[in-house]
Each structure stands twice: as structure tokens, then as C-alpha cells.
């Protein structure tokens, strides 16, 4: 099956600094990679959509300043938290999807995600 | 997108059949049913989708509809290991996934 890693797996930083998190796409490529966060208790809210080479797609109330985006390969993408706040804390995931044509190629494949923690 | 509903917690034993229903009575005609799983602090995994007829997989089943308005994820023999958050989810071809609450699942040994 289709793997999607994510780096780091955990991370804790001091509020103000920046954080930068990798979603990469092992076994196929993805022609276009999704970010989500995760509250606690909560389900998982689409922050944007990257297609590789292109601008992302953010969603509505997503700060795109704040939560920079940047989809360089067929095979990476990664998320940079910019001048985190403790309210950035959250479970981050990536998901990717090759767009070829046939059953698996409309599948979102997730990471196992990042937890971030900013004190 | 059109929404879905599913019940927030369902209990099944181990080794047994469980029916997992969803509710979608404003889907469209080009709306495909996925399936996901989240097993606590992981990332979701795909299950199963499809767009009018039932399908199989090695994980699950999903029953859909004649009118498409419901749909029944079916895991055939419950385990410990299905315990997990499941979500309903329409979506277009190429379209985005925009996940709703889903049903909680537990498994009694």
C-alpha cells in the first residue's frame, strides 16, 4: 500500500519560534498533498490543499502567513508554524494523493502526524 | 460538500459482525462514499469507497443504497484492533475530504 511519512513525529518549541514539518509520499508520486490539524476530541480540519509546483489552497479562516505551505516535489511537501503560539498546538497531519487514473489514484494516503506543543 | 451522519459511538464484540451506517440523504450523483479509520494519536486510514455499487476489500465491505442516501460499512469480524473513530465521507472525483465527527467504535473482548 501507498506510505506517507511525516518528520518529526513530536515537537516542542518556545513560543515565537518557527516550526517546519515534512510530509513525504515513500512508494508513489503525489500530485497533490493536503494539510489537517487536530484538536484534542475533535475531528480533523483541512487547513489547505498543494498541488506540486503550484500555490496552496487554503481554507477559509486559515492564516496563509502564518501556516506556510510549500509542495517543491512529486514527493514532498512541508508546513512551517511561524512564529508559534501555545493556541498552535495541535496534532498536525499530511495526507497525499496521486490523482493517477484507476481506484487508488483518487485515495488520500495520511502520515501518522506531527504533535506539536509550544510553551 | 454534502454532509453525512453517523451515529457518535456504536460497541461490538470481538469476532463479531458490525454495521456501521451513514446517513447522506443530500448526496449527488457524482459524490463518492469513502471510508476512513483513526486509531488513537495516528493518522486516518483509508478503508473502503465507492460510488453506486457495493464493494469488498480485504478490510471491510460497504453496502450502498439503491437510492444512495445510506450506506453500511460492514467489518465481517470485529478485532480488538478495529477499535477506532470511523468517518463517512462524501466526496467529488479529485475532490477534497472534509471529515465530520464520525462513529466511535469499541470491541469487548
Known amino acids: 500500500g501507498a506510505v506517507v511519512s511525516q518528520h518529526p513525529s513530536r515537537v516542542i518549541c518556545k513560543s515565537g519560534t518557527s516550526v517546519k514539518i515534512e510530509c513525504r509520499s515513500l512508494?508513489?508520486?503525489?500530485?497533490?498533498m493536503f494539510w489537517y490539524r487536530q484538536f484534542p476530541k475533535q475531528s480533523l480540519m483541512l487547513m489547505a490543499t498543494?498541488?506540486?509546483?503550484?500555490?496552496?489552497?487554503?481554507e477559509q479562516g486559515v492564516e496563509k502567513d502564518k501556516f506556510l505551505i510549500n509542495h517543491a516535489s512529486l514527493t514532498l511537501s512541508t508546513l512551517t508554524v511561524t512564529s508559534a503560539h501555545p493556541e498552535d498546538s495541535s496534532f498536525y497531519i499530511c495526507?497525499?494523493?496521486?490523482?493517477?487514473?484507476?481506484?487508488?489514484?483518487?485515495?488520500?494516503?495520511f502520515g501518522p502526524g506531527t504533535r506539536l506543543t509550544v510553551l | 460538500d454534502a454532509k453525512t451522519t453517523q451515529p457518535n459511538s456504536m460497541e461490538s464484540n470481538e469476532e463479531e459482525p458490525v454495521h456501521l451506517p451513514c446517513n447522506h440523504s443530500?448526496?449527488?450523483?457524482?459524490?463518492?462514499i469513502h471510508w476512513y479509520r483513526q486509531l488513537p494519536s495516528q493518522g486516518p486510514e483509508y478503508v473502503i469507497h465507492?460510488?453506486?455499487s457495493n464493494v469488498n476489500n480485504r478490510m471491510a465491505s460497504l453496502a450502498i443504497a439503491e437510492d444512495r442516501k445510506s450506506s453500511t460499512l460492514i467489518l465481517h469480524r470485529a478485532t480488538l484492533r478495529d477499535a477506532a473513530v470511523y468517518y463517512c465521507?462524501?466526496?467529488?472525483?479529485?475532490?477534497?475530504?472534509?471529515f465530520g465527527q464520525g462513529t466511535e467504535l469499541s470491541v469487548k473482548p
Open positions: 495526507s497525499a494523493r496521486s490523482g493517477l487514473a484507476g481506484l487508488l489514484g483518487d485515495t488520500q494516503y
Open positions: 512508494d508513489f508520486q503525489a500530485t497533490t
Open positions: 498543494s498541488n506540486e509546483g503550484s500555490k496552496a489552497t487554503y
Open positions: 443530500t448526496i449527488s450523483g457524482t459524490d463518492y
Open positions: 465507492g460510488l453506486t
Open positions: 465521507i462524501l466526496s467529488k472525483q479529485g475532490g477534497k475530504l472534509i
